[in-house]
C-alpha cells in the first residue's frame, strides 16, 4: 500500500511539475496562479496543498531536480580512472543541458545571479571541484573566494548565454571552451 501511495505522490508532483513548465512558457512563475496551475493539471488544490505551499515551490522542487542531476554528472566515476577528467565534466555537464534545452531556457530566463536556480547552481558540487582546483593558484582564502566567484559566474552566463541565444557551439565545443576559460582563465 505505501509503495502505491508513493508512486501516486510522485505521478502527482510530476504532473504538478509538467504543467508548471507549460505555464511558464506563457508568463513569469510570479503570475501564475495555485488555481491555474491544479485547473491545468486537473488536479484538486487540496491536492497541491498536500505537497506544495505556492507555484514557486513546484520550481524550486524542479530547480534541486536538476541540480541533482547535475551533480550526478560531476562526480561520476569513469570505469577505467577514478573520476571523469575535468574536460570531460564539463562536456558533460553541456551535454545535459543541451539535451534539456527547452527546460533550461525556462531555467535560464532570471538573469540575476542571485536567483534560486543561479544560487543553487553556483553552490553545487563543480564550485567545490573548481574551488580545489583554485588551490593550485594561490592559498589565500579570500582570494580562492574572489577567483571562484568569477569564474562560477563567468561560466554560469557563458552556458546562460548558450542556451538562450542558441548559439551554434556543440555540447563538446561549448565543454572545452568552460574548461578552457575556468582552467586557463
Known sequence: MKTKEN?????????LKETLL???EEKN???ITIVELCN????NRS???NHYGCPADVLLDIENSVVNDLDEIWTKEDETEKNLALDKRFETLCIYISEHRKLFQLLFRNDD???DFAVLLMNAAHVKTIYDQISSYTKNKDKKKLITTFLTNGAYYMI????LEDIPMSPKEMGELVYFITTQG
Open 22 to 24: 507549460v505555464l511558464m
Open 29 to 31: 512563475i510570479q503570475n
Open 40 to 43: 491545468m493539471a486537473e488536479i
Open 7 to 15: 508512486q501516486r505522490v510522485a505521478l502527482t508532483k510530476r504532473l
Open 113 to 115: 545571479t542571485t536567483s
Open 47 to 49: 491536492t497541491f496543498y
Open 160 to 163: 546562460r548565454q548558450w542556451i
